[in-house]
């Protein structure tokens, strides 16, 4: 049986751990925006956008920072220590990706998607930002469930991780149908280099997100 007080133990690090989920939701719609904004010629705050991306980065690097310093040395808890360390980095590694396309994207003009691709890419941006919506629901979701350890509540943060892993498998659905593309449409093998790239650094965002589901599965277990 689970110990009432245990939830009192865990309430500061979900605290924290939503917080951090919001920061990587925010960044999320900075990215589609960023994303959009390069494809189109009549926009020119692809750079004002990615640097609002990095900036929300570096809170939520000091959200995670604060969280991992503030888990207590003692063993009894609800969650191993070691779990949730493996959440926060993965949930981290999320806006690690979102960066590293933004990064990805800047290195050339925005001629280097063809305008045949546009819609994909969209379509892959679009697939990648229902996860984000789910990884708060999912954190929200836990909290109330360490709050009360009731079978409900876990079943709930289960079917949520069920709902991130249905759309990680449709983001790369769309993620591979750009790269069958680009290899034929797009003859210059810099530019199929850089689109292909581009299409797995984006990818990368819904599988990290896919990570957090899994993991938080692992903690809801014990």
């Known amino acids: ?37 390069h494809v189109n010629s009549h926009c020119s705050s692809f750079d004002e956008l990615r640097k609002e991306v990095i900036h929300l980065e570096n809170e939520a690097d000091i959200i995670k920072n604060r969280i991992r310093s ?9 969650v191993k220590k070691m779990l949730l360390l493996q959440y926060v980095g993965e949930q981290d590694r999320i806006l690690d990706a979102v960066v590293d396309s933004l990064a990805w994207i800047s290195y050339r003009s925005r001629e280097s998607v063809p305008l045949e691709l546009h819609k ?13 919506e789910e990884i708060t ?9 360490f709050q009360r350890f009731s079978e409900g509540r876990r079943n709930k943060v289960k079917e949520i991780i069920r709902a991130i892993r249905q759309q990680e498998h449709e983001a790369d659905k769309v993620e591979e149908m750009i790269v069958q593309k680009a290899f034929e449409s797009v003859t210059d093998p810099i530019s199929l280099f850089h689109v292909v790239r581009l299409a797995e650094s984006i990818g990368a965002i819904a599988n990290h997100t896919e990570n957090t589901g899994d993991i938080m599965r692992s903690m809801i277990a014990h």
């Open 120 to 132: 994909d890419f969209f379509l892959l941006v679009d697939a990648v930002m229902d996860p984000f």
């Open 70 to 78: 503030y888990l207590p040395r003692e063993r009894l808890m609800p």
């Open 137 to 145: 629901k999912m954190v929200t979701a836990a909290r109330k469930y």
């Open 1 to 37: 049986m689970r110990l009432p007080f245990l939830s009192f133990i865990m309430a500061p690090t979900f605290g924290g751990i939503q917080e951090h989920a919001e920061k990587v939701k925010e960044c999320a719609w900075i990215f589609q925006q960023a994303v959009e904004c």
